[in-house]
C-alpha cells in the first residue's frame, strides 16, 4: 500500500485557508442558457399535455405501450407504429421525500418525487413526477394516483401542466 | 490474446478539498504508480485516462488539460468516460489496449476534483435528467438514488436498519486506509439511523463523501509484467454492460446490467461458482445500499438477501470462520476512503491488487486471497464495470 508505502500525498485544504487567504484561487461564473427542441415525439407529448391529455407511443413488434412516448423502439430497433392516448391515472412504483435541494438547502415543506406507472401504458412503463396533496408518512409503494392539471390557460405544453399526481380516492 | 496484469499502483489521499490542482494530483498519482515498478514513462506505451464531467471542473476537454499530469504528453492517449462506473472501465480500456497486442505496457490514471464546482458538485449532475420531460421538474441528484432504493427496499420488504451496517462496515474498515476521508473505527448503526434525512430514505450517512483525489495503475503484457516484478496480478476476466437510459421504465429493484456485466466477466475468467471462486470483493458503494444491490447483480449474494448476508459479517473483513465468507469493501469503499467518481472506481481496482499481493497493511485480508473482483456503476443507474483479478 500499500506496505512498502509511509507518506501518501495530497494536501487537504481547509476552509479557513481560503477565507484567510492562504491558498489563493479564481472564480468564474459560466453565463449560458440552451433552447432544447422537443423533438418529435416529446413534442407531441407536449402538445398534448397542453390538451391535459397522456400520449403514448406502441411498438407492434414488442406490444409495449410506452411513456414517454418514442419514435423507435429501443429494445426492437425499429420505427414505433401508432399513438395511444393513456389515462391520466397511475400507481406509484417508487418515491422519495425529499428535505433538501440540489445544492444541499433544506426546505420546510418536502418535495415528493415518484415514479408513477401510468393507466394505460404497459407494465413497469412510468414517468418521473411529484406527488402533491399528501401527507408524506401515508405515500405508499402502489398506491392508486391521478394527475392535477393545471388550469387549461395557464398550459404551455410542458411537463409542468400536471402541477403534480394525487391520491386517488 | 496477450495475458495482461496490473504491475503497479499509487494514490493520493482522498481529500474534502485538495490545495493541489487537479493535474498535481493526477501527476502524484501516476508517478507513484511508475516508482511502484520502478518504472519509468520510457517505459509506458500508451496512456488511459478516466475522469468524470467536464463540468467539475468547467474545463472542456479535461482529458486534454490533465494530459501531462498523467504522463500522456506525446503518446497514444485516450479518456474514458461511463459516469461513475469510470474507474474500472478505465482499466477494461487499458486491458485491451494491452490485450490486443498494439502495446505492452500501458498507465491508467483516474482523477477528480469535484470541489472546485460551487455551492455544490450536484449541479454538475444535473444534467443528467431530461431536459424537457424530468429538469422542469427540479429534481436533484439524490431523488434518483432515493428512487432506486425505496424500489429495493420495497421490492423485498427491507428496513433501513438492515441496509446501515454496510456504511458502519465500510466506515469501519476505511480507519484503517492511510488515504481515507471517513474511516470511524467507532460508527455504529445508531449513528447512521441518526443522521440527518436528505431524501428518504436516504440519510446523510447513507452517502458517500464529496471528495478530490487520484489513483492510477501500470498495465503490462506477461512478458513485461514477469521482468517487471515477482508478483503481478493478472486481470483475468472483464465485463461491460449498459441499460436503457429511460429510467422510469426499468424495475429499479435489480441492476440487471451489472449482471450482464459479471457474467461476461465470470466467462471470460473461466468462473462457474462465483461465491466459492472469488475471495475479494469491492463492489460499488456510493451509496450503503449500492454494495447490497451490487453484491446481488454480481451473484454473490442471493436476491433481497445481502443485507442479512451483512448483518450477519459474512462481508466484514476479519469474520474467517462465517459460512460462505466474502469479504467486501475491504479498503473502506466509498462509503469510508472517499468519492472522487472516477479515482474512487480504480481506487477499488488498487485495493484487490494490493490484497492479492498481499501487501494492504492493516487492511490485509486473512487466508491469502487469490482472486478478486471490483465492480463500479454509473450514468443513469444504467452501467456496470467488472474487473476480476487473480495471481
Ligand atoms: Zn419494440
Known sequence: MSVHINEFPGIYAKEEDFAEGKILYTVWYPKLHYAWDAGVAIGRYLAELKEGRIIGRKCRKCRRIMVPPRMFCEHCFRPTDEWVYLKDTGTVLTFSICYVTWDMVRVKEPQIPAVIQIDGASKGMGIMHLLGEVEPGKVHVGMRVKAVWKPPEEREGAITDILYFKPLE | ?391
Open chain 2, 1 to 391: 490474446m496477450p495475458r495482461v496484469a496490473i504491475v503497479g499502483a499509487g494514490m493520493t489521499k482522498f481529500v474534502r478539498r485538495a490545495q493541489e490542482t487537479a493535474k498535481e494530483l493526477a501527476w502524484e498519482a501516476a508517478s507513484m504508480a511508475l516508482e511502484s515498478c520502478e518504472m519509468t514513462l520510457d517505459d509506458i506505451d500508451c496512456v488511459v485516462l478516466g475522469s468524470a464531467p467536464d463540468a467539475f471542473d468547467a474545463v472542456h476537454m479535461k482529458s486534454e488539460y490533465l494530459s501531462d499530469g498523467a504522463g500522456a504528453w506525446g503518446k497514444p492517449y485516450i479518456r474514458c468516460y461511463v459516469g461513475g462506473g469510470t474507474g474500472v472501465f478505465a482499466v477494461i480500456q487499458g486491458w485491451y489496449h494491452v490485450a490486443s497486442g498494439v502495446f505492452d505496457t500501458c498507465l491508467v490514471v483516474c482523477e477528480e476534483k469535484m470541489s472546485s464546482c460551487m455551492p455544490h458538485p450536484q449541479g454538475a449532475f444535473l444534467t443528467i435528467f431530461d431536459h424537457t420531460t424530468e429538469r422542469p421538474l427540479g429534481p436533484n441528484l439524490l431523488w434518483i438514488f432515493a428512487l432506486e432504493m425505496n424500489a429495493y427496499m420495497n421490492r423485498y420488504g427491507l428496513r433501513k436498519e438492515d441496509i446501515a451496517y454496510v456504511t458502519v462496515k465500510n466506515r469501519r474498515n476505511a480507519a484503517d486506509h492511510p488515504c481515507a476521508l471517513l474511516g470511524d473505527p467507532n460508527i455504529t448503526v445508531q449513528d447512521v439511523l441518526n443522521s440527518e434525512v436528505l431524501a428518504w430514505p436516504v440519510q446523510r450517512l447513507d452517502v458517500s463523501p464529496i471528495s478530490d483525489g487520484a489513483v492510477a495503475i501500470v498495465l503490462a503484457a506477461e512478458h513485461v509484467a514477469r521482468r517487471v516484478t515477482n508478483k503481478p496480478v493478472w486481470i483475468e476476466g472483464v465485463g461491460w454492460a449498459l441499460d436503457t437510459a429511460y429510467w422510469t421504465n426499468r424495475d429499479l429493484s435489480y441492476p440487471v446490467y451489472v449482471e450482464e456485466a459479471a457474467r461476461m466477466a465470470y466467462k471470460m475468467a473461466g468462473i462457474k461458482e462465483p461465491r466459492k471462486e472469488i475471495h475479494i470483493v469491492e463492489p460499488y458503494d456510493p451509496f450503503d445500499y449500492k454494495e447490497l444491490h451490487h453484491l446481488e447483480g454480481l451473484l454473490l449474494a442471493d436476491r433481497g438477501k445481502a443485507p442479512e448476508d451483512a448483518a450477519r459479517g459474512r462481508f466484514d473483513r476479519d469474520k474467517e470462520s462465517e459460512p460462505d465468507w466474502l469479504p467486501s469493501s475491504p479498503s473502506g469503499g466509498l462509503l469510508g476512503v472517499g468519492n472522487p467518481i472516477a479515482a474512487a472506481g480504480l481506487m477499488k481496482v488498487a485495493e484487490i491488487f494490493w490484497q492479492l499481493r498481499g501487501e494492504a497493511g492493516k487492511r490485509q485480508v486473512p487466508g491469502n486471497p487469490k482472486r478478486g473482483l471490483a465492480q463500479a456503476w454509473g450514468d443513469l443507474m444504467q452501467v456496470g464495470t467488472v474487473v476480476i483479478l487473480g495471481i
